[in-house]
Every structure is written in structure tokens, then in C-alpha cells.
């Protein structure tokens, strides 16, 4: 049974994603993200005093400046990256967890990545408390991936970067996408699908104007 308040979240990625058509190159979501958003408990993800907010369709500040991003880009990049039940899949942009857990509904195993240590903390205990066996967090610098795992058969990144982090490019295994916001805080971004053809060649898809807390660190810094 979806609560009224889940249904009317799913009712608004559905007519985002038509009234996006154009963009994002189709009329609907695949079938096996939307249960995925139908699945994970958003109101979880909030801090309690905003969980009567959890099935808007807008970011919700989680603390740290940080913000869970609206559903309809969660569900929008999730399916973006095409993602196989078997996948292993990078996030760099931990925040609340909630992406990390659709991802873990569409795939094998999840790694994520957050660089400000109490968020990194939170998510991943809720993530333990929900009882997500297959994601592991770290604390740290996502701009350098997590070359332990890779490659990958996808990487999200779920913060906006000045340029795209050439350790996320060596990271991806051949046929696999990244999907990554692209530009500065308070600037035009973008968000972009690029794919590693077999040959390792890159081919990048332009999707559309999207706004997302800054990728931060010293490395998004340096030019
Ligand atoms: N995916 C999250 C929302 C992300 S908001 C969710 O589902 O809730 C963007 C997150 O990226 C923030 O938590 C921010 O602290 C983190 N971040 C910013 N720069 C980073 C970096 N260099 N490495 C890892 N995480 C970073």
C-alpha cells in the first residue's frame, strides 16, 4: 500500500518527467525506478522537524547547508544511469543517504562517499537502522572516487563540479555512465550522462539546467 502522500510524490515525478520530455529524451521513467521511489521511506531521510515534508517535490535542507535533492532529479539520474541488478555503483555526494538507497533497491552493492564527517555518519546508521546491507559509506574526498572498488558499472554525482574529476572518468568500467552536475554554485549547471564507450572514448549527453550544492574540497577548487 503506497500512503497518500508517497502517491502524490510519484504522480509529481511522473509529470516533471513529461513536461521534461524534451530534455531528457523520454516520456517516462523506467518501471523499475519508480518502484524503487515508491519503496525507500523519504520521511527517514529528514530531519524530524521537516519530515512532513518528505513527499514534496523540492530539496529539503538536511543540516551542514546541505540539502536531499528533490525526488524528481533522484529518480530522473537514477534512471539515467541504466542500471542492471547486478551493478556496482559509485555515489559521490552521500548527504541524507536517500539516493544511496534507491540505488540499493535498483543493484548489487552501492559505495558512497561524503566529505562532511556527521553527515557520513548519519546516513550510514540510518542506512544500517532501515537495514541497507548493501551500502557502504566513507568519509572523505569524493573527488578521487574510491579506487578500492572500481571500476564501476556507474557512478552519480549529486553534487555540482566546476569540471568533471578526471579520477571519476578512470573509474568507470567501459559501457558505464557517469551522471554529474556540471558548474559553480550559483551559476548555470548542467546536468550530463557521460559515457565510456568499449574503446574508452567518451561521449557526453547534455540533459538539463539543474541547481545542486556545490562539490567541495580542494580538489573541485583547483583548475
Ligand atoms: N545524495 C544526497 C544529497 C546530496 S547533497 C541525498 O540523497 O541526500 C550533496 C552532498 O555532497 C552534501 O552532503 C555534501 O556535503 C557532499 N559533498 C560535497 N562535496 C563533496 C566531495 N568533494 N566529496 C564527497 N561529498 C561531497
Redesign the pocket.
Not at 572523505?140 to 573527488?143: E, I, M, Q, V
Given at each position: 500500500m503506497t500512503s497518500d502522500g508517497l502517491k502524490a510524490m510519484l504522480d509529481d515525478i511522473d509529470i516533471e518527467v513529461e513536461l521534461t520530455r524534451h530534455w531528457i529524451g523520454k516520456p517516462a521513467l523506467n518501471p523499475r525506478v519508480m518502484a524503487a521511489m515508491a519503496k525507500v521511506p523519504r520521511q527517514r531521510?529528514l530531519p524530524p522537524d521537516l519530515a512532513h515534508l518528505a513527499f514534496r517535490n523540492g530539496p529539503v535542507p538536511?543540516g551542514?547547508g546541505?540539502?536531499?535533492?528533490q525526488p524528481y532529479i533522484?529518480a530522473l539520474m537514477s534512471d539515467l544511469l541504466e542500471l542492471e541488478a547486478g551493478d556496482t555503483i559509485l555515489?559521490?555526494?552521500?548527504?541524507?543517504?536517500?539516493?544511496?538507497a534507491v540505488l540499493a533497491e535498483l543493484v548489487r552493492q552501492v559505495y558512497t562517499?561524503?566529505?562532511?564527517a556527521p553527515?557520513a555518519e548519519a546516513?550510514a546508521a540510518r542506512l544500517a537502522e532501515l537495514g541497507y546491507r548493501n551500502i557502504e559509506v566513507r568519509q572523505?574526498?569524493?573527488?578521487q572516487g574510491w579506487p578500492e572498488h572500481a571500476p564501476y558499472d556507474g557512478i552519480i554525482v549529486?553534487?555540482a563540479a566546476p569540471h568533471i574529476p578526471q579520477p571519476l572518468i578512470e573509474q568507470l568500467k567501459p559501457g558505464a555512465r557517469l551522471v554529474i552536475p556540471v558548474g559553480r554554485a550559483g551559476w548555470n549547471q548542467e546536468l550530463q550522462v557521460i559515457e565510456k564507450a568499449a574503446d574508452g572514448t567518451l561521449h557526453t549527453r547534455h540533459v538539463l539546467a539543474v541547481a545542486?550544492?556545490?562539490?567541495?574540497?580542494p580538489?573541485?577548487d583547483a583548475q
Open positions: 531521510f538536511i551542514h546541505q540539502t536531499i535533492s533522484v555515489e559521490i555526494g552521500t548527504g541524507s543517504g536517500y539516493q544511496a562517499v561524503e566529505i562532511v553527515l546516513a572523505g574526498d569524493g573527488y549529486t553534487a545542486f550544492v556545490p562539490l567541495t574540497g580538489l573541485a
